[in-house]
């Protein structure tokens, strides 16, 4: 048996650690806050069990899945881990500081990847002294139902490190995409302007909220509008998503529209908070 760490219990965290438990690692679920890693199991709970009951996972499997979870508020968990995803907070000094402590704690053959969005997997690599072991490993939400993994290559990641990741991928029933390593990648660097082009839209008043999110799914067969989207993913981090752009690329192309960062200001972040383009009741 095989076992991971995942560092980070939020959304995306717990989703990775309930998918690897799902395929049978050995799994700890880390996380500064004693909190956060409670309502990280309490997640992972919920979502098993929606599972069991649509029949995509059997009572017994669930149970199973279940005891392979461990949890853990010190990064000292690692120690024991072939493998350790990063899904902490989009900042680079919070993930710079995390791979540093990685890098002495898990062990000198474990891989060490990042769930990353858009920061460099090259500049993480840099506060380790394994920058071959070091590879981004974007998931993306919902982790237990979206295919795609995108496996980010930095400058310094080895073809072993790249095909071990890419086969783990695999192994997690998920549809691994080699992309190398670049401001937001392939995923946020196209998605993000399109999310930031519609909350123009709506600034400008060209159309409401509703009204963007109609087009985009009657019009170009989107199955989330892409206001609907950014509520999901968090205004915050769409926010964190464009600065990269900005910084990385070009700064006037990439320019976060003024309403997307006044929202933020307010704390409507979307879903997390209950208020964003839309207003969540669950």
């Known amino acids: 048996m095989s076992k991971v760490a995942v560092v980070g219990a939020g959304t995306m965290g717990n989703g990775i650690a309930h998918v690897f438990a799902q395929h049978g690692w050995a799994t700890v679920l880390t996380d500064v806050s004693p909190g956060a890693v409670q309502s990280g199991l309490a997640a992972i709970e919920r979502n098993t069990e929606k599972q069991a009951s649509k029949g995509v996972i059997t009572a017994l499997q669930r149970r199973d899945l279940l005891a392979r979870i461990a949890s853990a508020t010190s990064l000292e968990a690692v120690k024991d881990a072939e493998l350790v995803v990063e899904a902490a907070t989009e900042n680079p000094d919070i993930k710079f500081d995390i791979f540093e402590d990685l890098d002495r704690l898990a062990p000198k053959g474990a891989i060490l990847a ?24 974007h998931f993306m939400n919902p982790v237990p139902l979206m295919p795609l993994v995108e496996i980010v290559k930095g400058k310094e990641t080895s073809a ?60 170009m067969n989107h199955p989330l509008g892409p206001l609907a989207l950014a509520d999901l993913i968090g205004l915050d981090v769409c926010l964190a998503i464009m600065k990269v752009l900005q910084d990385g690329l070009d700064a006037q192309k990439y ?20 208020q964003g383009f839309y207003v969540y009741r669950d």
């Open 160 to 219: 072993d490190t790249v095909a071990k990741t890419v086969e783990i991928a695999k192994q997690l029933g998920k549809i691994p995409v080699e992309v190398n390593d670049a401001p937001g990648f392939v995923s946020n660097r196209v998605l993000m302007p399109m999310i930031n082009e519609a909350i123009f839209c709506v600034d400008e008043g060209v159309a409401t909220p509703e009204a963007v999110d109609q087009v985009m799914k009657l019009g």
């Open 255 to 274: 320019r976060p529209a003024p309403l997307l960062e006044k929202m933020v200001a307010n704390g409507q972040l979307g879903r997390k908070s209950g």
């Open 114 to 137: 990042s769930n990353t969005s858009s920061i460099s997997i090259t500049e993480i690599a840099k506060q380790t002294r394994r920058p071959d072991r070091i590879i981004g490993m």
